[in-house]
């Protein structure tokens, strides 16, 4: 059942002190959709209704993988489309319910979907202000980690932008950078990001964090192994 978005609140900031579940940012336009390009104007922008929303190759798969190794699925996203005048709240509504649809069309659970409206330079004086859930600071993740009981230091963010990873970081998440590798990514920009993993799309960060995943509960076993043998030797 569709129970609506969470339009971030612009002014909390606040950690989940006794988060338990792990979970999976996962930001939307570039990352589990594509970018819509407008073939009048050739622009390319995020899509601004159902009609110009498309899932990227393997998008829902990876969905249901991060499902499959135990994480919650959150999207997180900066639509600023509102607050410019772009498109209207309803129609981001109708995008999300395609979204959703989509992924559980596929068996793909996607648990929650955290949105900040926000820009400074809003049309509508409601949504112009300098909050604190716009990517690249934490608020979205850290509303969906207090609202979900999430432990932020285990969890992980994956995004396209640069602000993605910003925002991982400020949560002190994991990070995945998507950047397909015949992208021209600034040298700069590649070096402000630091990434704790880069992959092409998201279903390869699907495989990276399954990967990371069973070496952790490997060595994991190890110290579990280690401190039984050393009891019993006493
Ligand atoms: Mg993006
Ligand atoms: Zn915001």
């Given at each position: 059942m569709y129970r609506g978005f969470v339009a971030a609140d612009p002014h909390v900031d606040e950690f989940a002190i006794h988060g338990r579940r792990r979970a999976i940012f996962v930001d939307r336009d570039g990352t589990i959709n594509a970018m819509f390009r407008?073939?009048?104007?050739g622009t390319i922008d995020s899509p601004m209704g159902p009609e110009e929303f498309e899932l990227l190759p393997g998008a829902v798969q990876a969905l249901r993988a991060f499902n499959d190794l135990g994480f919650s699925v959150i999207v997180v996203s900066n639509q600023p489309v509102v607050a410019k005048g772009k498109t209207t709240i309803e129609r981001v509504e109708a995008t999300t319910r395609k979204l959703l649809e989509a992924a559980s069309s596929y068996g793909a659970r996607i648990d929650d979907v955290f949105y900040c409206l926000h820009h400074p330079q809003s049309i509508l004086p409601e949504l112009r202000l300098a909050c604190v859930c716009r990517k690249p600071r934490a608020g979205l993740l850290r509303q969906a980690a207090a609202k979900h009981e999430i432990d932020l230091a285990s969890s992980y963010m994956v995004g396209d932008s640069l602000t993605d990873v910003q925002a991982g970081h400020a949560a002190a998440c994991r990070t995945v950078w998507l950047t397909p590798h015949d992208a021209v990514v600034p040298m700069d920009e590649h070096l402000n990001a630091s990434p704790h993993h880069r992959a092409a799309a998201l279903i390869d960060a699907a495989r990276i964090i399954a990967d990371v995943e069973q070496r952790r509960q490997i060595s994991a076993a190890r110290i579990d192994f280690g401190s039984r043998s050393g009891g019993s030797a006493r």
């Open positions: 407008n073939a009048a104007t």
